[in-house]
């Protein structure tokens, strides 16, 4: 058997056959699903041919029965560096893939309200209901003056969906990462995509008031501790060196940590406004 296995080989042609062969059989089609196909070709153009020639045939045989579907962090055309040699493989291998999916990171927030944020049944008419009864309060409380006018919530059910962070908290955490990352504040190259951090920020925020009651808002300095674990180790410092200052309470410390997340966000200037609004943590909260 090993002998077997070791000198087994199927050109791209028989493998298409075969698949080919079960959908006669089985009247059926076949999808083939591969994540993270950019990591697997690199910078290897024999491995982005190899894939070529696969779809070709699959396409030659099936006739349409066999799909393949890649997944990829950049997009395809960030996949291959723009070297001369390579840019003809290139071009061969976008023909192949006509459809295109682009997913960028505006679609975060959905794919957060999904997966973190999605509520049980029984918890959506509470939810709406405490919206109903305190939209005044909150359109009061979540209020950034002047422009980009970001907002609270437009309805009940936006309430229910995000509950318990704020809407404006998505976009504006997405601008914090980037600012980040273009002021070379990261260690590598981790905040490079940043939705993946999204997802961790608002998990891990999340889970830290999980136990509170309802009524709370999660204040967007909750996120400092996300953002920790990618920022130089100097920066860090200047963190751990103020809590250990007798004169700085907590709550200074929690205006230092929203202070250093806008510092390279121009558009949320950091007015005593917009800082009070940001740390709002209930629906009760007295922001004067």
């Not at 709370?216 to 250990?244: C, G, H, M, W």
Request: a negative charge; proline letters at 2%; aromatic letters at 10%.
């Amino acid at each position: 058997i090993d002998d077997q296995t070791k000198n087994f080989t199927n050109s791209t042609e028989e493998f298409a056959q075969i698949v080919d062969n079960y959908c006669k059989k089985n009247n059926t089609r076949v999808i083939f699903l591969m994540d993270e196909v950019g990591q697997f070709i690199g910078d290897n153009t024999q491995l982005m041919l190899n894939l070529q020639t696969c779809v070709e045939d699959l396409g030659k045989y099936c006739r349409g029965q066999a799909w393949v579907v890649v997944t990829s962090q950049q997009e395809l055309k960030a996949m291959i560096e723009s070297t001369r040699d390579k840019q003809q493989d290139f071009s061969k291998i976008q023909g192949r893939f006509d459809t295109r999916l682009l997913l960028s990171g505006s679609n975060a927030d959905e794919v957060i309200k999904k997966r973190i944020l999605d509520k049980k049944k029984n918890a959506i008419v509470p939810l709406e209901s405490m919206y109903d009864a305190s939209s005044n309060k909150l359109s009061n409380l979540i209020l950034f003056p002047a422009k980009p006018t970001w907002s609270g919530y437009s309805n009940a059910k936006e309430f229910a969906d995000v509950y318990p962070f704020v809407t404006y908290q998505f976009e504006l955490l997405q601008k914090v990462f980037e600012a980040i990352r273009e002021h070379g504040m990261s260690e590598g190259k981790h905040l490079s995509q940043n939705e993946r951090s999204l997802l961790s920020a608002f998990q891990d925020s999340a889970k830290k008031y999980a136990d509170e009651n309802s009524g709370i808002l999660v204040p967007f300095d909750s996120f400092y501790s996300t953002i920790e674990q990618f920022i130089d180790y100097d920066i860090k410092t200047v963190f751990s060196n103020a809590e250990r200052r007798a004169t700085l309470d907590e709550f200074s410390i929690r205006v230092l940590k929203v202070l250093f997340m806008i510092r390279h966000v121009k558009e949320m200037p950091a007015t005593i406004d917009r800082l009070a609004t940001l740390m709002v943590g209930s629906i009760d909260e007295d922001k004067a």
